[in-house]
């Protein structure tokens, strides 16, 4: 079952399968809903869409979550709050972006202070299209976030583990609003 | 006692261990299908549980926040289960003529406040307030379970939960307590009491999951997460099983050379029963607040469960 | 060789007075050993076999014409065993407590002694005398807080017991002619029964009965903490000593029964007890101040053996007095690590503290073993005794006193949690804090262990008890070693210890199958806020048990303390209009002494 | 309009009272209407007239006496804008003035907290300025960040 005492444990070969199997039948959702993009969760966790009978259930802290869900677009501020909440998520850890301001910005593509593409500072597993997705686009994502975690493709916290310096890097120049070659002080 | 009839004393404890976590992680399956049915939606497969504890369990990374918040994970599971093996199921009296329901009562608050510790550990300050919601919340219904309580074992002259079962166990389902006009009143009591013990909707106050972040196990994630989902699921066997127990003859209706099989099969029948009820009533009910949990339990149920205290007392002293 | 033990108790006394702090505790704990040999020795009398020291059981001291009797009975010999090893406990513990030897000492000491006498005295004179002497020692040390309120309520409450003592003590005296403890079984009718019952209204006073409680949650909160230690875990039961003496084994039950047939006078005693443990535990849990919130949790827990004396059963008898032993020690534990933290930190106030378990992790088990017990954790041997009361109340169907009990019970997790939350957990305050000093925690893991002992074999407290019961005709209880049977049911406490140690393997392999990494405190979900910008305190301590706010404050806090309140002030207008005789004018003086004089001879007329 | 005749200058527009008054004529205009039933103010606003080279500020004030809506506009010089504070009359204008002071760059005389507000490690120009050139700016920052390949030949 994937239980190992003592120091065996914690290699990624001996990811059994059946632990894959669960974690992919039970996704619990931590939805960050920053941008309009919230407003499409009710419908799928209500009657008409019911994410829960595929054992997506929404949760309340990080701790608890294993997909984070982010709603729409991304300010710079709200940014240091999503890598904080992804960093608090225990691995394996999954992020599914939604919207087309996750993908390049959307409808602002020349803010100042969004970001653009959310994969630059975290690693993102699904991209939902659209402004707005419907929710059978959400329901949709979440069953190819399972095909993914299946075939072993869903592996974007090892990325984030893997590269965590280049990542922390990108992080900290955009949160310090640095240009390169450029250091000018108002 | 010889080295054979421990042997079968530890495996029959073992057994049942085993039944009463996979029970109550099978009702929990089913009370959130049941949910789901009432709000029209098809809910998740009843076997849902049992995948998430896995997946918990099976977390590669978990979070600590130092040797006191691992007590919440030793002692949940620990204090619990040691709580089911001293109650009689079904007949089966397990480790019940070894204490009594006052220590019940009391083995009930180690899980709970091993819980507490490792929350208050974590420094977070949503498990603060929900521990102390979860506290405020039992001294409620303590009172008036409580009361109840003791107004059933002044009637049966014994504390001992498996001398009442064995009394109301005489003449099958006619002797049950919850035949007799006083123990209907203190079983209504006693059931809204086993609401807010399950922490069901409307007295899930101390989870909370839109104000507090579900309080207490704010910062458990992995396998301390699943410790304490496989802790509410024992827990759920153990206090219906406790309530089937004082009112309902621990299930106990047959008696001779099947009986063993057909009183498992009606407590089991009997604890569905109660949880179905908690649940439907947790579907159709908003949250409370503290103080109006707290006015509830200690006007209302703590009235009529005196009301059958006395009508017993007046019994008892005829 | 006993009047060589109370020499060398006083002479220590002397001493310490003279002496450096360190030279003064040294001196004060190893003098305060001895007595502890003399208890051993006595052991041997009451069907233990232990080693003998020749110390003599019976003595008599003659003092100008009059005799005090002294002499170990079973009775006082289970008291001397709960409370005289608390002293030179405390003593150690004070070793790295006190700054300077600032008269702490020499007065503990007599305390110490007039405890000793206390327990031993077999006749009414030595009894007044040993407890006049026990309540002026512990006076001068309350009067050491400097606290006006604390002062004035434990003096006007201690005068209260002596007085009311004296006048049952007069009575009795009057009545037979015979100072000896022995004789008053004799004694029938009304006289009888007003001096019984005056020295219970005496005694309940040391004992924090309500409505006599009012002195206590002022003299604990403000005095010295390894003094109050002794004072809730020792003297408070001097006042159950007394009882259990005049009720049980002098017969004042009979007494009290011949008078008015009718009246169950012991069950006013168990609703005094109840609603004390009921009341107390509601206040308790409303405080702020943690040695409030102690003395509260005194009053509760000391409520419990008045319950058991009040049933009167030797089921409940039993109980009580296992919970005194309980008591005894957890209650100490608690005071004291109180004290190591305040000592730590200089704090008192629960909502000021935090965060403190990881800094002072030794302090945190032992105050969190004695949590354990206040709070009857069945993995303690507090649960034992309130097993036995809550048995025994079924047992007699007692309807009204059952369930105040039990609630009062569930309501002791409530403040328990409340100190360990606030104090031990929690947000990391204090991270420059240091363990308290060896001194210290050495002092509360040695208290611990009685309760480590009768958890695991609550049979041996009901041996060790028997003599006293046995001696006041009070049959003991059916047990083995580790099991206690009634006739309602059966408490096995190794059954429970053996199946939680089973149901922790289960658990222990959940816990070692996966690793863990052991994160600070500033990684906490804070709906994605990270640490350094969430500016106030997260603290949830402060206002903690906000809900009940509403329903205990108002009904309970005024009728605790209103009464008090209504004293001291009446005492203050009282003494104002007496100090106006004094107006500093020669004249006025002068028609005082005048009208004395007119007085004086208008009686001399008249006769 | 009530307040067109207390200022004694002005014009009606869509409805409300547009009024032009010079810096200096701002407070005693304010404390004006203030005293005369216009006690609600509403909000600041700030216009950045690039070809003009000046800064708009715009006082929005209600009454709810007469339910009349009032805007206030003065210019400055866009080089080294400052305006007095407003913040005595009403309290709630020192917000503004930080928004404004952080968003524009206008100092605000007689404001003790233009402390960085909404933006965080902000050091750029002020980002509402006409000049600032946001689409260049995106460009230079978020567009130059990097994407984080996987390296194919390492694995995972």
Redesign the interface.
Known sequence: MGLYIGDKMMKYEEWSKLAIKVSKASLWMLHFCTGCGAIEMPPVMTSRYDMERFGIAPMATPRQADVLLITGYLTVKTLRRVIQVYEQMQSPKYVIAFGSCTINGGMYWDSYNTIKHLEKYIPVDVYITGCMPRPEGIINAFIKLMELIDEGKARGWEKYQKYYDKYKENQRRVFNFEIEGENEEY | MDVMGIAIKVALLTAYAVIGTCVGLLFMGIGRKIIARVHNRVGPPFYQNFIDVAKLLSKKTNISHGWIFDLALLFSISGILLTLLFLPIGGVQLLSMEGDAFLVLYLLAIPALGFALGAGASGNPNAGVGVMRALVMMLSYELPFIITLIALMIYYDTTSLATIVRMQSINGVKSWAITMPPFMLAAFAADMALQGMLMEQPFDIPVAPHEIASGPMVEFGGKYLGSLMLYKAIALVAETTLFVDLFLGGGVVAHGNFAFVINFIVWLALIFLLFILSILIAASFPRFRIEQAFGFYWKYEAIIAAISLIWVYILVIK | MLDIIFAELIIAAIITFFVGKKIASIIAGFISILPLFALIDWANNFGFKTISFGIERQMNISVAGITLHLGITPLSWFFALMILPLFPLIMLYSYSFFKENDGFYPFMLFAFASTFGILLSKDMLSLFLFWEIMSWSSFLLVYRSRDKEAIISYLIFSVFSAFAILFGLMILWHENFSLLLSDIGRINGIYGFIAIASLIIGFSVKSVLMPLHAWAPFVYSKSDEPFVAFLSGGLSKLGYYGMFLFLFTLNGVKILQNYTPNVAWNYLLAVVGSLSAFVATMLAIMQDDLRKLLAYSSIGQLGYIAIGFGIGTPLAITGALFQAFNHAFFKAVLFLAAGAVAYRTGKWKISELGGLAYRMPLTFLAALFAIFALAAIPITSGFAAKWLLYEAAIQQKYVFIAPLMLIAGVGAFLYSFRILYGVFLGENRYPDVKEAPKSMIAAMFILMLPLIIFVVFPGYMLDLMKPALSNSGIESIAHTKFAIETSLAKYNSMAVLITLIAAMVPAFIIYKARKHRITSFEDNYLAGEPYEFHNPSMHAAHNFYKPLKGVVLPYFEPGATYYFEKIYKGIGILSNGIRRIYTGFVQDYAIYVVIFLLAVMGWLIWM | MKSIELIGKGKEMHGRAYIEVMPDELENAIKKLKENGFNHFVMLSCIDWLEEEKFELVYHLWSYEVKEHVMLSVRMNRNNASMPSMSHLFPQIETYEREIHEMY?IEFDGNNRLTPFL?????????MRKD?D??K??G?????????E?DENEG?
């Open positions: 760059g933006l965080e490690n902000w050091h750029h120009a002020p980002p600032f946001s689409e700016f995106v230079k920052l978020y567009e130059s960040i990097p994407f984080i996987e995972i």
